[in-house]
């Protein structure tokens, strides 16, 4: 049996009364080892900041798993951020590197956080990727990158390392449009 | 065309009718995304994350906030019908006089409730229900275009089990007039709108205390996993 799906809304300009987590972009502790930084600002298609924006990641550990409900590893590694977004478009989670992921047929996917992306102004949630500039092999064999339609529109899901982590601008709109995928 | 239009389900990203879309729409078609390990799993946020009083937003301060009491309550369910359980829902809403408690919503024609924050949490239980107690929220203007009034609405977040399960909506109330001036419920399909107006419940409503209203929400099925998960 299948049921009528329920349709998406706009998360509105007053998310914070709703979602604000003190804990939303912890996700591993910030003392733990190989903790990092990830994240970057969200821009509309006029280059300006998105001050009312959230974004939330998914992403398996450095083992390549993804924690278990009640289990010890949850309560170290989460698995999941949750970050408003704030006056200047910034964002940013501390967590761990993901490690590859096995795929159909055979493949790895390359290390990679899967992004959720809402905002006033967006009637349905976005869904995107970020991966790492430091995994250039992975990269170049990861399945989800190689079906994309070139190398420019690759570049908007590789985040760059920088001091302490890692640094992406998602860009709603514009000609560095992030590739955004069928939410 | 986006690719969220044409499903029959979700409203278009690019919307002319409601203003903030118009440099926030992706221009680009979309990419599609296999459904492997990081899509069929999600965070499974349960009830570490509820407070006592959390799922009442009558009793979150000193005294009862204005408005009428309501019971919202329903189902949480997937697309092949199956309950989600112990999922958190989040919800949050204007109080009785269309205000929310937020610094960009400051109109001085609408009063604050200094017993009322607007914000719940929690989570379903073993067959999907989850049930909060609130007031029932006020309309109240927004500047999208002339005399334009959001029909009284509760913002609602969903994980399910699945990171493509993720669903944020707003739930509305019977017969409301203002749906056919309202550009954010009007985008979505309108085959699909019935399925984000709750029904008035009787069954449910509490006799000299509160009217009750259901809402059921479903989610994108989780379909198969492709292959084998890592053992635990």
């Keep these: ?183 | 065309m986006t690719a969220a239009s044409g499903d029959g389900v979700h409203p278009p990203y690019d919307w002319p009718a409601y203003g903030s879309t118009r440099w926030r729409a992706p221009r680009r078609p979309l990419a599609v995304l296999p459904e492997n390990l990081t899509e069929t799993t999600g965070p499974l946020l349960g009830a570490e994350r509820v407070g006592e009083w959390d799922h009442d937003l009558t009793r979150q301060h000193g005294g009862e906030p204005i408005g009428p009491r309501i019971i919202v309550h329903g189902r949480v369910v997937d697309g092949d019908g199956r309950a989600v359980p112990a999922t958190l829902v989040e919800v949050w809403q204007a109080n009785a006089a269309g205000r929310y408690r937020h610094p960009g919503d400051e109109r001085p024609s609408a009063p604050l409730d200094p017993n009322f924050s607007g914000a719940g949490r929690t989570v379903t239980d073993a067959d999907g229900r989850y049930r909060f107690v609130t007031i029932r929220p006020g309309a109240y203007p927004w500047k999208n275009h002339a005399n334009a009034w959001r029909p009284a609405h509760i913002h609602f977040s969903v994980f399910g089990r699945a990171f493509t399960q993720r669903l944020v909506t707003q739930m509305y109330f019977p017969d409301d007039p203002l749906f056919p001036y309202d550009p954010i419920f009007g985008s979505v399909p309108e085959a699909a709108r019935p399925r984000l107006v709750a029904r008035f419940d009787l069954d449910a409503t509490e006799p000299e205390w509160a009217l009750a209203f259901r809402w059921d929400i479903v989610l994108r099925g989780r379909g198969a996993t492709p292959f084998e998960t890592p053992g635990p």
């Design chain 1, 1 to 183: 049996m299948t049921a009528p799906l329920t349709p998406a809304q706009t998360i509105g300009p007053f998310l914070s009364i709703g979602l604000t987590w003190p804990d939303g972009p912890s996700v591993v502790d910030p003392a733990a080892s190989g903790a990092l930084r990830l994240g970057g600002r969200l821009l509309d298609g006029q280059g300006e900041p998105v001050a009312d924006g959230l974004i939330e990641t998914w992403q398996a550990g450095p083992d390549g798993r993804f924690p278990e409900p009640g289990g010890p590893a949850r309560q170290a590694f989460r698995g999941f951020g949750r970050c408003l977004t704030a006056a200047d478009g910034s964002w940013e989670v501390v967590t761990l590197k993901p490690g590859p992921l096995p795929a159909p047929g055979g493949a790895t996917e390359a290390p990679h956080v899967d992004v959720s992306v809402f905002a006033r102004g967006l009637l349905h949630r976005l869904v995107t990727r970020i991966y790492f500039a430091d995994e250039a092999a992975a990269n170049a064999a990861d399945p989800v990158l190689r079906s994309l339609p070139d190398d420019a529109a690759r570049a908007t899901l590789v985040a760059p390392a920088v001091a302490g982590g890692y640094r992406l601008d998602i860009h709603l709109q514009g000609p560095r449009e992030t590739v955004f995928f069928v939410a």
